[in-house]
């Protein structure tokens, strides 16, 4: 009995912690992408620095950051606590750029 308590503890946490690295990543990508979008007037490279820099404060990483016109994408990383050493990085992408009228 306390071994299948135990186990469903254990997953409990895994699964937890997977679904705040989720959080946490989705949240950094956003926000790395609206810094960086504001950032784009002094170029691609200043942009993609302030999104590094935005989820770097987020406890997460920029895998990607990619400038599409006036869109800037940024695809963010951010590593699960308790359950790293059994899953990957949790991963989010974000776009952010001026509204189109209409």
Same mark, same amino acid.
Do not use: K, N, Y
């Given at each position: 009995?306390?071994?299948?308590?135990?186990?469903?503890?254990?997953?409990?946490?895994?699964?937890?912690?997977?679904?705040?690295?989720?959080?946490?990543? +989705?949240? &950094? @990508?956003?926000?790395? %992408?609206?810094?960086?979008?504001?950032?784009?007037? #002094?170029?691609? /490279? *200043?942009?993609?620095?302030?999104?590094?820099?935005?989820?770097?404060?987020?406890?997460?990483?920029?895998?990607?950051?990619?400038?599409?016109?006036?869109?800037?994408?940024?695809? +963010?990383? &951010? @590593?699960?606590?308790? %359950?790293?050493?059994?899953?990957?990085?949790?991963? #989010?992408?974000? /776009? *952010?750029?001026?509204?189109?009228?209409?």
């Amino acid at each position: 009995m306390l071994l299948a308590l135990g186990a469903v503890t254990t997953g409990g946490a895994l699964v937890g912690s997977v679904v705040v690295a989720r959080h946490r990543a +989705a949240a &950094a @990508a956003d926000l790395a %992408a609206l810094a960086a979008a504001a950032q784009l007037p #002094a170029g691609p /490279r *200043a942009a993609c620095s302030a999104a590094d820099a935005i989820a770097r404060s987020m406890a997460a990483t920029v895998a990607r950051c990619d400038v599409d016109g006036v869109d800037v994408i940024v695809v +963010a990383e &951010a @590593a699960p606590g308790f %359950a790293a050493r059994w899953t990957g990085a949790a991963t #989010a992408s974000a /776009r *952010a750029g001026p509204v189109q009228p209409g």
